[in-house]
């Protein structure tokens, strides 16, 4: 049996030590997770509804000890784990009202005296989460995958344990079946074996391409499905007939929230020529105006980052870049001191063949290219193996929506910042992914699709009767 540790980012100080689960915890867990499940699916949506409500009214309840679990185990600023608790929150209210609409049946005209498709809960889900977002890449999945008549184990990040326990607490607290969430301890390692359990029927990930890859790899091996929700590096594309202010102000937000540990922050600034100097400016001026500081403090925009050997990844990136030929406008490197601080940066005169533009940069670096128009653009964001979210900034909508369809990314925003919302579906194509969360889709990908057909046939001329 090994230890989890969960240690203070600002601080590096060691908040608590869990001994890893051992196999029979594990048995456990996945046992009552089964009997949960197979509550869950004989009650009426109506019925998963009322404990989904209590558990958006608890977790607002709770908002002040949970975001502060959030900003002690990952560093994020305060102000930022309070919106998330709320986001959670906003998003069990939306599945308890819509779900019973999203999984309503769907009658089919066909040849039988009636046929329909009906929607039914898989199973338990595994779920493998990160530690950035730790509340919020939780409830996005589990909010509608309960909905939907699922249970489902956790396997969270191995640096966010007490948020992981928090969240079983609040879903046994909400009144749902006992074991509907249940948490496990582990290391990456040992979650494997789980995925091949015959009472695990589906896994979703949110995590790197690699990590992604090998439980894509498991799950195949298991024919099971998979929901995936990998890295990024998203484009943040400035035309020269922009609001080049509020594009500024927009990106310094869409690069630095979250101290840049976002799969859908903004990372890659593609800017047209004409206009690249005097976005350059104003972005610069607004990053060197970010607060940087102690995450507990309301006024801190930018904290820690979440682990020591990010930050040291993230530099090296940086390091090499600038020997390659890229231009420090703003930053440069870590923050002396105690705590995983970066310094916000904003790299210029980037090339393809950098590592901040060619490799994912997850912390709070900007790497800034001029482009000569909306085709190269479009070229350079579609270059990169992620297609996660991308932004557009252009007075000209029309152009826009043109320009949006030909980017290869799950969404793309225009005169706005990447976001998720539970009324949009989201997820990623190429090396970010597959599937989608949120939404009437989200709520779909853990559920049996099934077909229902009442005979005898009328009669209405045949489609097919065989395979």
Same mark, same amino acid.
């Given at each position: 049996m090994s230890t989890i540790e969960s240690v203070n980012p600002a601080t590096e100080a060691v908040l608590a030590r869990f001994d890893t689960h051992s196999n029979a915890d594990v048995e456990a867990a996945l046992a009552q997770a089964d009997a949960a499940f197979r509550r869950s699916r004989e009650m009426a949506i109506a019925e998963r509804a009322k404990p989904m409500r209590v558990l958006g009214q608890l977790l607002r309840d709770r908002r002040e000890r949970y975001a502060g679990l959030v900003t002690a185990e990952m560093g994020k600023p305060i102000s930022e784990a309070l919106a998330e608790i709320e986001k959670c929150a906003l998003t069990c209210d939306f599945y308890a009202e819509h779900a019973a609409t999203f999984l309503a049946d769907e009658n089919v005209a066909t040849n039988a005296r009636e046929s329909f498709v009906a929607f039914e809960p898989l199973g338990v889900i595994l779920a493998v989460m990160p530690w950035n977002y730790p509340f919020w890449q939780v409830v996005r999945f589990l909010a509608p995958a309960l909905m939907a008549g699922n249970a489902a184990v956790l396997k969270h990040a191995s640096n +966010?344990?007490?948020? /992981?326990?928090? $969240?079983?607490? !609040? +879903?046994?607290?909400? &009144?749902? =079946?006992a074991g509907s969430l249940r948490t496990l301890l582990l290391s990456g390692a040992a979650v494997e074996p789980i995925v091949a359990d015959e009472r695990i029927r589906a896994i979703t990930l949110t995590g790197s391409t690699a990590t992604g890859?090998?439980?894509?790899? $498991?799950? &195949?091996?298991?024919v099971k499905?998979?929901?995936?929700? $990998? &890295?990024?590096?998203?484009p943040f594309i400035v035309l020269r007939d922009a609001d080049i202010v509020a594009a500024a102000a927009t990106a310094t937000k869409a690069r630095y929230q979250n101290t840049g540990q976002s799969c859908i922050a903004a990372k890659r600034f593609l800017v047209e020529a004409p206009v690249v100097a005097e976005f350059e400016r104003r972005f610069a001026d607004a990053i060197r105006a970010l607060r940087v500081g102690d995450p507990l403090d309301p006024a801190t925009?930018? &904290?820690p980052m979440a682990r020591a050997d990010l930050r040291d990844a993230l530099d090296a990136q940086v390091a090499a870049s600038v020997r390659m030929g890229a231009r420090v406008v703003v930053g440069g490197k870590p923050r002396a001191g105690k705590g995983w601080f970066y310094e916000p940066t904003l790299l210029a005169d +980037?090339? !393809?063949?950098?590592? +901040? $533009?060619?490799?994912? *940069?997850?912390? =709070?670096?900007? #790497? %800034? %290219?001029s482009v000569r128009d909306a085709d190269e653009a479009v070229r350079v964001a579609n270059s990169s193996p992620y297609g996660l979210g /991308? !932004? %557009?900034? *252009?007075r000209d909508e029309? *152009? !826009?929506? #043109?320009?949006?369809?030909r980017i290869?990314?799950?969404s793309v925003f225009i005169n706005g910042m990447v976001a998720s919302d539970p009324r949009l579906p989201f997820g990623g194509v190429k090396r970010s992914g597959y599937g989608r969360e949120l939404s009437g889709y989200g709520i779909r990908e853990f559920v049996n699709i099934q077909t229902i057909w009442i005979g005898p046939a009328t009669n209405a001329p045949q489609v097919a009767n065989a395979e």
């Open positions: +966010v344990p007490q948020c /992981a326990i928090a $969240l079983e607490e !609040a +879903v046994r607290d909400a &009144g749902f =079946p890859s090998r439980l894509a790899e $498991l799950a &195949g091996r298991a499905k998979a929901v995936l929700e $990998l &890295g990024g590096s998203d925009q930018v &904290g +980037v090339t !393809a063949d950098m590592p +901040v $533009l060619k490799d994912e *940069t997850f912390g =709070p670096v900007a #790497a %800034l %290219l /991308a !932004a %557009l900034w *252009t029309a *152009t !826009a929506k #043109a320009i949006a369809r290869e990314s799950g």
